[in-house]
């Protein structure tokens, strides 16, 4: 839901027709992709795991595969109804995307998925999902010849990866203890959890300082900017907190969701 929404958004602030079929492509991909690097990150044997997530997610593999299969045969569909200039983008960020979870790059003679290059991780996903967010909407309507401001679309791709970048470290930081566990060098372990909470504070700030120098409308650069004060106001009073609860950064997939419907609200 977060990944349809922001494509979305990414329709109402250039002011074009949605494409429902590349909603539909966004979050089946999402789903699939998500899926397979659950599953490859698994463990030999989950329920050894000390962690309740682990565990949980090789208990209920079936669900999984459900789900991603019902996902590949939507995204089969809705292929069948796109210009073959997107298909040719949608396969590069495909193949980008697997890169994160598929064990392709060497270090030290040892296979690994670029989600375990030190400090990369969150990067690399605030990108892929500007690429399928903003990119991909964006090809289709150059495809079928839309009148698209370039300026607009690219300063949006550009502040829809520092917006990711904020949604998404919270996470690193929630799981830097079984990051540990398992090796994985996110920027909370190379920075330190202290350091990373400054860090997501001055994105939102940052973020906020962007939307509001941006060349959208005012309805777009207060619905954006309603969203960022709800994400920082989230981070003092709920995630970055003593009582911590594991759900609880999962608050920030639904800021995704918020940000669309803030704007749209906007929008009127």
């Not at 027709?17 to 989950?46: C, R």
């Not at 697997?98 to 998925?113: E, F, M, R, S, T």
């Not at 609880?248 to 940000?259: E, F, G, K, R």
């Amino acid at each position: 839901m977060a990944a349809v929404a922001q494509c979305a958004l990414t329709y109402i602030i250039l002011d074009l027709p949605v494409n429902p079929y590349i909603l539909v492509i966004e979050g089946a991909t999402t789903l699939i992709l998500y899926n397979l690097s659950l599953y490859l990150s698994l463990p030999k044997d989950p329920q050894s795991s000390p962690y309740q997530r682990t565990r949980w997610i090789g208990k209920n593999l079936r669900f999984l595969w459900t789900f991603s299969v019902l996902a590949v045969l939507m995204t089969a569909w809705a292929l069948l109804h796109l210009h073959i200039l997107t298909l040719f983008f949608l396969g590069f960020v495909g193949l980008v995307s697997l890169a994160y979870a598929v064990p392709i790059v060497q270090i030290a003679g040892k296979k690994i998925g670029l989600r375990q290059v030190p400090g990369l991780k969150v990067f690399y996903i605030a990108l892929v999902w500007s690429l399928s967010s903003v990119g991909l909407p964006v090809v289709e309507l150059y495809a079928n010849h839309a009148a698209i401001d370039w300026y607009m679309a690219n300063y949006l791709g550009l502040v829809k990866i520092l917006f990711l970048l904020l949604c998404t470290l919270p996470f690193d930081i929630r799981d830097y203890e079984q990051d540990s566990y398992y090796k994985l060098k996110t920027i909370p372990i190379i920075l330190g959890k202290e350091k990373a909470i400054l860090l997501s504070y001055g994105m939102g700030l940052f973020h906020i300082l962007l939307m509001l120098v941006s060349p959208y409308s005012p309805a777009v650069k207060w619905g954006m900017v309603m969203t960022s004060v709800l994400v920082l106001l989230l981070f003092k009073f709920v995630i970055f907190t003593d009582k911590k609860h594991y759900h609880h950064v999962y608050l920030l997939d639904m800021a995704l969701i918020v940000q669309w419907f803030a704007v749209w609200v906007w929008q009127g």
